[in-house]
Protein backbone atom coordinates (compact mmCIF):
# COMPACT_ATOMS: atom_id res chain seq x y z
CA UNK A 1 0.00 0.00 0.00
CA UNK A 2 2.60 2.32 0.80
CA UNK A 3 4.64 1.64 -2.36
CA UNK A 4 1.43 2.32 -4.62
CA UNK A 5 1.00 5.21 -2.46
CA UNK A 6 4.68 6.29 -3.36
CA UNK A 7 4.19 5.21 -7.22
CA UNK A 8 1.25 7.22 -7.23
CA UNK A 9 2.57 10.34 -5.60
CA UNK A 10 5.59 10.41 -7.99
CA UNK A 11 3.40 10.61 -11.25
CA UNK A 12 1.20 12.97 -9.53
CA UNK A 13 4.67 15.18 -9.60
CA UNK A 14 5.82 14.48 -12.83
CA UNK A 15 2.62 15.18 -14.24
CA UNK A 16 2.74 18.60 -12.35
CA UNK A 17 6.07 19.56 -13.14
CA UNK A 18 5.42 19.08 -16.87
CA UNK A 19 2.22 21.33 -16.66
CA UNK A 20 4.21 24.08 -14.71
CA UNK A 21 7.12 23.34 -17.35
CA UNK A 22 4.43 23.59 -20.49
CA UNK A 23 2.44 26.82 -18.67
CA UNK A 24 6.30 28.52 -17.75
CA UNK A 25 7.31 28.02 -21.43
CA UNK A 26 4.20 29.55 -23.11
CA UNK A 27 4.21 32.30 -20.96
CA UNK A 28 8.47 32.62 -21.95
CA UNK A 29 7.45 32.65 -25.63
CA UNK A 30 4.43 35.32 -24.89
CA UNK A 31 6.89 37.62 -22.88
CA UNK A 32 9.67 37.32 -25.69
CA UNK A 33 7.32 38.28 -28.73
CA UNK A 34 5.92 41.51 -26.88
CA UNK A 35 9.53 42.22 -26.10
CA UNK A 36 10.19 42.02 -30.01
CA UNK A 37 7.28 44.00 -30.96
CA UNK A 38 8.00 46.77 -28.31
CA UNK A 39 11.44 46.92 -29.63
CA UNK A 40 9.61 46.93 -33.47
CA UNK A 41 7.68 49.93 -32.85
CA UNK A 42 10.38 51.79 -30.88
CA UNK A 43 12.22 51.77 -33.71
CA UNK A 44 9.73 52.78 -36.04
CA UNK A 45 8.54 55.24 -33.48
CA UNK A 46 12.69 56.67 -33.54
CA UNK A 47 12.27 56.76 -36.95
CA UNK A 48 9.27 58.76 -37.47
CA UNK A 49 10.35 61.17 -35.13
CA UNK A 50 13.75 61.94 -36.80
CA UNK A 51 12.15 62.16 -40.21
CA UNK A 52 9.33 64.46 -38.50
CA UNK A 53 12.19 66.31 -36.97
CA UNK A 54 13.98 66.68 -40.01
CA UNK A 55 11.48 67.43 -42.10
CA UNK A 56 9.40 70.03 -40.26
CA UNK A 57 12.24 72.62 -39.44
CA UNK A 58 10.87 75.28 -41.63
CA UNK A 59 14.54 76.47 -41.98
CA UNK A 60 15.48 73.15 -43.86
CA UNK A 61 12.56 73.04 -45.94
CA UNK A 62 13.72 76.48 -47.09
CA UNK A 63 16.88 75.32 -47.62
CA UNK A 64 15.76 72.29 -49.87
CA UNK A 65 13.50 74.98 -51.83
CA UNK A 66 16.67 76.82 -52.19
CA UNK A 67 18.74 73.97 -53.32
CA UNK A 68 16.55 72.13 -55.89
CA UNK A 69 16.12 76.08 -57.50
CA UNK A 70 19.26 76.69 -57.95
CA UNK A 71 20.45 73.27 -59.57
CA UNK A 72 19.49 72.29 -63.36
CA UNK A 73 18.29 69.55 -63.42
CA UNK A 74 18.67 67.55 -67.04
CA UNK A 75 16.34 64.33 -67.64
CA UNK A 76 18.21 61.38 -68.55
CA UNK A 77 16.91 58.44 -70.45
CA UNK A 78 17.73 54.67 -69.22
CA UNK A 79 19.05 53.11 -71.85
CA UNK A 80 21.73 55.99 -71.81
CA UNK A 81 22.96 54.93 -68.27
CA UNK A 82 26.07 53.18 -67.73
CA UNK A 83 27.42 50.71 -65.29
CA UNK A 84 31.38 50.54 -63.73
CA UNK A 85 32.78 47.48 -63.24
CA UNK A 86 36.26 47.15 -61.46
CA UNK A 87 38.28 44.33 -62.15
CA UNK A 88 41.67 44.78 -59.88
CA UNK A 89 43.62 47.32 -61.99
CA UNK A 90 40.38 47.99 -65.05
CA UNK A 91 37.53 50.03 -65.41
CA UNK A 92 35.13 48.20 -67.73
CA UNK A 93 32.55 50.27 -68.63
CA UNK A 94 28.82 48.60 -69.72
CA UNK A 95 25.50 50.00 -70.47
CA UNK A 96 23.26 49.40 -67.93
CA UNK A 97 20.25 48.11 -69.80
CA UNK A 98 20.94 45.92 -72.84
CA UNK A 99 17.70 47.16 -75.15
CA UNK A 100 18.74 44.55 -77.79
Do not use: G
Amino acid sequence: MKKNLTVISIIFLIILTTIIKNASKTLESKIYNKKENILLLERKYSLYLLENNYLSSPSKLFEYSQDIEQKNYQPTEVINLNKMIFIKNKVIIKKLIDNE
